[in-house]
């Protein structure tokens, strides 16, 4: 049977769509990112650990 009704567009055609489809795609990449730097795969700059950090001894000269 054919329809004579209005064509329905792609989804990805209207605003709706393409605002979730991009919305869709930063939430994946967000959590890609976010899941990888976690477990240690992705080192965004340089931690000081405390065993590199060396503090001057504290002075006792209180006068």
Known sequence: ???DGPKSESF???VPGL?????AVLTALATVIGTLYG???IKIGERVS????HHA???HHMR
Do not use: E, N, R
């Not at 605002?19 to 919305?23: F, N, Q, Y």
């Not at 405390?50 to 950090?53: E, K, Q, R, S």
């Open 1 to 3: 049977m054919h329809s």
């Open 57 to 59: 001894p504290p002075s």
């Open 19 to 23: 605002l979730t489809g991009i919305a």
């Open 50 to 53: 405390d065993a590199h950090y």
């Open 39 to 41: 477990v240690g795969v």
């Open 12 to 14: 990805w055609k209207s």
